[in-house]
């Protein structure tokens, strides 16, 4: 069976070309003020090939989302393939994001407002951003599974997307974060992995296993 135009190499460096012209017109403009035509125009295509890749600008913002996700991936594998400690892999993937994610500090800043908006199909939480959700939620328990951490069944289930909800903590702190080379956004991982670390193993203690149960509770009442 013939591959899609939208998958074939052509295909493919036509889409990435759009997503790259977008992402300098949001740096340029700011997202409001960014058209899908100008995205056309600086992409060199047709505004109806524009609109065949990408049905609108959110769905531009959803290929950022994707194309840091990989990034990030990419950029963690080291770390993950020679460390076995918890609180090193959780550290290595916690600056590795921080890293690759510098260059779009001043673009993130822009369109936090729209992200921001609950009801906003930019929302980290919305049902659109859910392929990069699961994504991101994939690498925290990939983080969990290699390492030494143990874990009460229960705790570990949800593990990865508590982690994930304290990543989206170091995200917004990272949008507002105006340090040379987002340095306060570093030094809270460095300070914050280690306590995570030590909160995460007190949680086999018997003392404190029945908050433990409670936190999962919590998460598992109010998830969607």
């Avoid at 874990?151 to 570990?156: E, K, Q, S, Y």
């Amino acid at each position: 069976m013939p591959e899609p135009a939208s998958r074939s190499p052509k295909g493919e460096q036509t889409r990435q070309a759009i997503v790259a012209a977008a992402l300098d017109l949001f740096r340029e403009r700011g997202y409001d003020r960014t058209t899908m035509r100008g995205v056309a125009e600086a992409a060199g295509v047709s505004l109806g090939n524009a609109y065949y890749y990408f049905s609108s600008k959110e769905h531009l913002v959803q290929a950022f989302y994707d194309r840091v996700q990989e990034e990030h991936r990419a950029a963690a594998e080291d770390v993950l393939a020679r460390e076995t400690t918890f609180a090193g892999r959780l550290q290595g993937l916690l600056d590795a994001w921080v890293r690759i994610a510098q260059p779009y500090h001043e673009f993130a800043g822009k369109f936090f407002k729209n992200a921001a908006e609950p009801t906003s199909p930019l929302s980290p939480f919305s049902e659109d951003s859910r392929p990069a959700r699961d994504a991101s939620t994939a690498l925290f328990r990939e983080v969990l599974d290699g390492s030494d951490l143990k874990l009460a069944p229960a705790l570990r289930a949800e593990m990865p997307e508590l982690l994930w909800l304290m990543h989206m903590g170091v995200v917004l702190f990272w949008v507002y974060d105006g340090s040379p080379d987002q340095r306060r956004t570093r030094a809270l991982v460095a300070q914050a992995v280690p306590l995570v670390d030590k909160l995460a193993r007190m949680t086999r203690l018997p003392l404190v296993r029945g908050v433990v149960d409670d936190v999962v509770g919590l998460v598992r009442a109010v998830r969607p």
